[in-house]
Protein backbone atom coordinates (compact mmCIF):
# COMPACT_ATOMS: atom_id res chain seq x y z
CA UNK A 1 0.00 0.00 0.00
CA UNK A 2 1.01 3.44 -0.70
CA UNK A 3 2.56 5.43 2.18
CA UNK A 4 0.31 7.83 0.90
CA UNK A 5 -2.93 6.00 1.50
CA UNK A 6 -5.23 5.55 4.34
CA UNK A 7 -5.41 1.83 5.96
CA UNK A 8 -7.71 0.65 8.53
CA UNK A 9 -5.14 0.12 10.52
CA UNK A 10 -4.06 3.93 10.89
CA UNK A 11 -7.31 5.15 11.40
CA UNK A 12 -7.56 2.36 13.75
CA UNK A 13 -4.72 3.65 15.49
CA UNK A 14 -5.94 7.08 15.03
CA UNK A 15 -8.81 6.78 16.71
CA UNK A 16 -6.96 4.91 19.94
CA UNK A 17 -4.33 7.79 19.76
CA UNK A 18 -7.62 10.11 20.57
CA UNK A 19 -8.47 8.06 23.31
CA UNK A 20 -5.23 7.95 24.55
CA UNK A 21 -4.67 11.53 24.59
CA UNK A 22 -8.20 12.33 26.53
CA UNK A 23 -6.86 9.89 29.47
CA UNK A 24 -3.44 11.82 29.57
CA UNK A 25 -5.05 14.61 29.70
CA UNK A 26 -7.05 13.95 32.49
CA UNK A 27 -4.04 11.96 34.58
CA UNK A 28 -2.35 15.01 34.16
CA UNK A 29 -4.61 17.33 35.68
CA UNK A 30 -5.57 14.86 38.64
CA UNK A 31 -4.01 13.78 41.36
CA UNK A 32 -2.70 10.01 40.84
CA UNK A 33 -3.46 8.55 44.20
CA UNK A 34 -7.00 8.31 43.48
CA UNK A 35 -8.38 4.72 41.92
CA UNK A 36 -9.80 5.72 39.15
CA UNK A 37 -6.56 7.52 37.79
CA UNK A 38 -4.38 4.34 38.95
CA UNK A 39 -7.16 2.87 36.81
CA UNK A 40 -6.92 5.34 33.71
CA UNK A 41 -2.68 4.88 34.23
CA UNK A 42 -3.23 0.71 33.81
CA UNK A 43 -5.62 1.66 30.95
CA UNK A 44 -2.95 3.68 29.39
CA UNK A 45 -0.43 1.13 29.38
CA UNK A 46 -2.36 -1.23 27.80
CA UNK A 47 -3.13 1.03 25.07
CA UNK A 48 0.94 1.72 24.87
CA UNK A 49 1.14 -2.28 24.56
CA UNK A 50 -1.38 -1.99 21.23
CA UNK A 51 0.47 0.92 19.40
CA UNK A 52 4.47 -0.73 20.87
CA UNK A 53 2.42 -4.15 19.45
CA UNK A 54 1.15 -1.70 16.32
CA UNK A 55 4.71 -0.25 15.04
CA UNK A 56 6.73 -3.64 15.14
CA UNK A 57 4.09 -5.30 13.01
CA UNK A 58 4.05 -2.45 10.62
CA UNK A 59 7.69 -2.62 10.35
CA UNK A 60 7.68 -6.37 10.29
CA UNK A 61 5.48 -6.37 6.83
CA UNK A 62 7.48 -3.50 5.66
CA UNK A 63 9.57 -3.91 2.26
CA UNK A 64 11.72 -0.64 3.21
CA UNK A 65 12.80 -1.18 7.10
CA UNK A 66 14.59 2.30 7.19
CA UNK A 67 11.63 4.44 5.31
CA UNK A 68 9.14 2.55 7.93
CA UNK A 69 11.74 3.33 11.15
CA UNK A 70 11.95 7.31 9.17
CA UNK A 71 8.47 7.67 8.99
CA UNK A 72 6.92 6.32 12.05
CA UNK A 73 9.73 6.98 14.25
CA UNK A 74 6.99 9.54 16.28
CA UNK A 75 5.05 6.28 16.69
CA UNK A 76 7.34 4.66 18.69
CA UNK A 77 8.68 7.53 20.86
CA UNK A 78 5.00 7.98 21.48
CA UNK A 79 4.27 4.46 22.41
CA UNK A 80 6.60 4.75 25.88
CA UNK A 81 4.79 4.34 28.92
CA UNK A 82 7.12 5.38 31.36
CA UNK A 83 7.94 8.97 30.21
CA UNK A 84 4.13 11.11 30.43
CA UNK A 85 5.93 14.01 28.50
CA UNK A 86 6.31 11.85 25.00
CA UNK A 87 2.81 10.75 25.52
CA UNK A 88 1.83 14.18 23.94
CA UNK A 89 3.56 12.94 21.08
CA UNK A 90 0.62 11.04 19.77
CA UNK A 91 -0.83 14.34 18.71
CA UNK A 92 1.45 14.35 15.48
CA UNK A 93 0.44 10.74 14.75
CA UNK A 94 -3.38 11.77 14.89
CA UNK A 95 -1.92 14.94 12.84
CA UNK A 96 -0.29 12.40 10.09
CA UNK A 97 -3.57 10.29 9.95
CA UNK A 98 -6.00 13.51 10.07
CA UNK A 99 -3.42 14.82 6.61
CA UNK A 100 -3.85 11.21 4.93
CA UNK A 101 -8.01 11.34 5.41
CA UNK A 102 -7.67 14.80 3.60
CA UNK A 103 -5.77 13.59 1.08
CA UNK A 104 -8.22 10.07 0.20
CA UNK A 105 -10.29 10.28 -2.23
CA UNK A 106 -12.62 8.27 -0.38
CA UNK A 107 -12.39 6.85 2.99
CA UNK A 108 -14.62 3.60 1.94
CA UNK A 109 -12.31 2.42 -0.73
CA UNK A 110 -9.90 0.84 1.81
CA UNK A 111 -12.12 -0.46 4.10
CA UNK A 112 -13.71 -2.35 1.10
CA UNK A 113 -10.32 -3.45 -0.32
CA UNK A 114 -8.99 -4.70 3.22
CA UNK A 115 -12.04 -6.36 4.69
CA UNK A 116 -10.47 -8.84 7.13
CA UNK A 117 -8.16 -5.79 8.03
CA UNK A 118 -11.23 -3.82 8.92
CA UNK A 119 -12.89 -6.58 10.61
CA UNK A 120 -9.83 -7.36 13.16
CA UNK A 121 -8.86 -2.90 13.85
CA UNK A 122 -12.63 -2.18 14.05
CA UNK A 123 -13.08 -5.12 16.69
CA UNK A 124 -9.04 -3.81 18.52
CA UNK A 125 -10.92 -0.53 18.82
CA UNK A 126 -14.27 -1.32 19.39
CA UNK A 127 -13.00 -3.95 22.57
CA UNK A 128 -10.29 -1.36 23.90
CA UNK A 129 -13.14 1.45 24.29
CA UNK A 130 -15.77 -0.38 25.43
CA UNK A 131 -13.32 -2.05 28.43
CA UNK A 132 -11.94 1.59 29.15
CA UNK A 133 -15.43 3.38 29.60
CA UNK A 134 -17.17 0.34 31.31
CA UNK A 135 -14.21 -0.34 33.66
CA UNK A 136 -13.62 4.00 34.44
CA UNK A 137 -17.75 4.00 34.78
CA UNK A 138 -17.95 1.19 36.69
CA UNK A 139 -15.41 2.23 39.15
CA UNK A 140 -16.90 5.72 39.42
CA UNK A 141 -20.59 4.55 40.20
CA UNK A 142 -19.45 2.00 42.57
CA UNK A 143 -16.86 3.30 44.20
CA UNK A 144 -17.90 4.33 48.20
CA UNK A 145 -21.15 2.88 47.83
CA UNK A 146 -22.57 0.55 50.78
CA UNK A 147 -21.94 -2.90 49.93
CA UNK A 148 -19.99 -2.35 47.03
CA UNK A 149 -17.25 -5.19 45.82
CA UNK A 150 -15.75 -3.17 42.68
CA UNK A 151 -13.46 -0.56 45.03
CA UNK A 152 -10.13 -1.23 43.04
CA UNK A 153 -8.46 -0.15 39.65
CA UNK A 154 -8.13 -4.09 39.49
CA UNK A 155 -11.25 -4.91 40.24
CA UNK A 156 -12.45 -2.60 37.64
CA UNK A 157 -10.92 -4.01 34.71
CA UNK A 158 -11.44 -7.46 35.68
CA UNK A 159 -15.28 -6.76 35.70
CA UNK A 160 -14.89 -5.60 32.52
CA UNK A 161 -12.79 -8.17 31.10
CA UNK A 162 -15.52 -11.19 33.07
CA UNK A 163 -18.00 -8.67 31.23
CA UNK A 164 -17.65 -8.72 28.04
CA UNK A 165 -16.83 -12.17 27.92
CA UNK A 166 -20.04 -13.19 29.26
CA UNK A 167 -18.39 -15.54 31.11
CA UNK A 168 -19.64 -13.72 34.58
CA UNK A 169 -17.77 -15.57 37.50
CA UNK A 170 -19.86 -13.45 40.02
CA UNK A 171 -16.82 -13.11 42.42
CA UNK A 172 -17.36 -9.40 41.44
CA UNK A 173 -20.66 -7.53 40.30
CA UNK A 174 -22.52 -3.83 40.38
CA UNK A 175 -25.03 -2.92 43.48
CA UNK A 176 -26.06 0.16 41.81
CA UNK A 177 -28.99 0.74 38.95
CA UNK A 178 -26.16 2.56 36.86
CA UNK A 179 -23.29 -0.16 37.59
CA UNK A 180 -26.26 -2.58 36.54
CA UNK A 181 -27.38 -1.12 32.95
CA UNK A 182 -23.26 -0.17 32.41
CA UNK A 183 -23.05 -4.11 33.20
CA UNK A 184 -26.00 -4.98 30.46
CA UNK A 185 -24.26 -2.44 27.88
CA UNK A 186 -20.84 -4.13 28.25
CA UNK A 187 -22.67 -7.91 27.95
CA UNK A 188 -24.71 -7.15 24.41
CA UNK A 189 -21.51 -5.41 23.26
CA UNK A 190 -19.25 -9.03 24.33
CA UNK A 191 -21.75 -10.88 22.65
CA UNK A 192 -21.73 -8.67 19.47
CA UNK A 193 -17.73 -8.66 19.55
CA UNK A 194 -18.00 -12.25 19.80
CA UNK A 195 -20.21 -12.57 16.69
CA UNK A 196 -17.68 -10.46 14.46
CA UNK A 197 -14.87 -12.98 15.85
CA UNK A 198 -16.82 -16.77 14.86
CA UNK A 199 -17.54 -14.55 11.10
CA UNK A 200 -14.36 -13.51 10.99
CA UNK A 201 -12.80 -17.37 11.80
CA UNK A 202 -15.18 -18.45 9.34
CA UNK A 203 -14.47 -16.10 6.67
CA UNK A 204 -10.41 -17.34 7.30
CA UNK A 205 -11.03 -20.94 6.73
CA UNK A 206 -13.88 -20.16 3.64
CA UNK A 207 -12.03 -18.06 1.47
CA UNK A 208 -8.60 -19.85 0.80
CA UNK A 209 -11.23 -22.50 -0.94
CA UNK A 210 -12.93 -19.56 -3.01
CA UNK A 211 -9.76 -17.79 -3.62
CA UNK A 212 -8.62 -21.57 -5.18
CA UNK A 213 -11.71 -21.88 -7.29
CA UNK A 214 -11.72 -18.20 -8.57
CA UNK A 215 -7.61 -19.02 -9.31
CA UNK A 216 -8.37 -22.56 -11.24
CA UNK A 217 -11.49 -20.38 -12.89
CA UNK A 218 -8.68 -17.81 -13.88
CA UNK A 219 -6.40 -20.14 -15.41
CA UNK A 220 -8.85 -22.03 -17.56
CA UNK A 221 -10.32 -18.40 -18.77
CA UNK A 222 -6.60 -17.74 -19.44
CA UNK A 223 -6.39 -21.35 -20.95
CA UNK A 224 -8.96 -20.30 -23.19
CA UNK A 225 -7.87 -17.21 -23.89
CA UNK A 226 -4.68 -18.02 -25.18
CA UNK A 227 -6.36 -20.66 -27.80
CA UNK A 228 -8.77 -18.44 -29.07
CA UNK A 229 -5.41 -16.33 -29.41
CA UNK A 230 -3.75 -18.96 -31.74
CA UNK A 231 -6.84 -19.94 -33.55
CA UNK A 232 -6.95 -16.36 -35.06
CA UNK A 233 -3.15 -15.89 -35.74
CA UNK A 234 -3.78 -19.37 -38.06
CA UNK A 235 -6.79 -17.43 -39.59
CA UNK A 236 -4.97 -14.76 -40.19
CA UNK A 237 -1.57 -16.80 -41.86
CA UNK A 238 -4.28 -18.79 -43.66
CA UNK A 239 -6.05 -15.32 -44.98
CA UNK A 240 -2.44 -14.46 -46.64
CA UNK A 241 -2.07 -17.44 -47.77
CA UNK A 242 -4.96 -17.07 -49.74
CA UNK A 243 -4.50 -13.49 -50.97
CA UNK A 244 -1.21 -14.64 -52.00
CA UNK A 245 -2.31 -17.58 -54.14
CA UNK A 246 -4.65 -15.24 -55.61
CA UNK A 247 -2.16 -12.95 -56.62
CA UNK A 248 -0.96 -15.50 -58.74
CA UNK A 249 -3.72 -16.78 -60.30
CA UNK A 250 -4.50 -13.18 -61.33
CA UNK A 251 -3.34 -12.44 -65.40
CA UNK A 252 -1.64 -8.75 -65.33
CA UNK A 253 -3.34 -6.32 -67.10
CA UNK A 254 -2.59 -5.75 -70.92
CA UNK A 255 -1.22 -2.38 -71.63
CA UNK A 256 -3.32 -0.05 -73.53
CA UNK A 257 -2.03 1.65 -76.26
CA UNK A 258 -2.18 5.15 -75.88
CA UNK A 259 -3.33 6.94 -79.49
CA UNK A 260 -0.95 9.15 -81.71
CA UNK A 261 -1.97 11.98 -83.96
CA UNK A 262 -1.30 12.20 -87.36
CA UNK A 263 1.34 14.75 -88.56
CA UNK A 264 0.37 17.17 -91.01
CA UNK A 265 2.27 18.15 -93.99
CA UNK A 266 5.06 20.90 -94.28
CA UNK A 267 4.43 23.77 -96.65
CA UNK A 268 6.86 26.33 -95.64
CA UNK A 269 8.73 27.60 -98.06
CA UNK A 270 11.90 26.11 -97.09
CA UNK A 271 10.71 22.97 -97.57
CA UNK A 272 12.48 20.75 -100.27
CA UNK A 273 8.99 20.36 -103.24
CA UNK A 274 8.91 16.93 -104.90
CA UNK A 275 8.86 17.24 -108.79
Request: net charge negative.
Amino acid sequence: MNKDSLSPRELGMMLLSLLSVIIVLVIAFNDETKESIRLLILLDFAICMVFISNFFWGLFKSVHKGHFIRDHWIDLVASLPMIEQLRYARIFQVLRVIRLVRMSRSLLTPFLQHKRETTVTSLLVGLVTVLTLSSVLILLFEDGVAGANITTAEDAIWWSLVTISTVGYGDFYPVTMEGRVIGAVVIVCGVSFFGIVAGYLASVFVSPEEEEKLHQQNQQLQQRSDELERQLKHLHQQNEQILARLETLTPAPAPVPVPTTPTEPDHSPDSPTTP
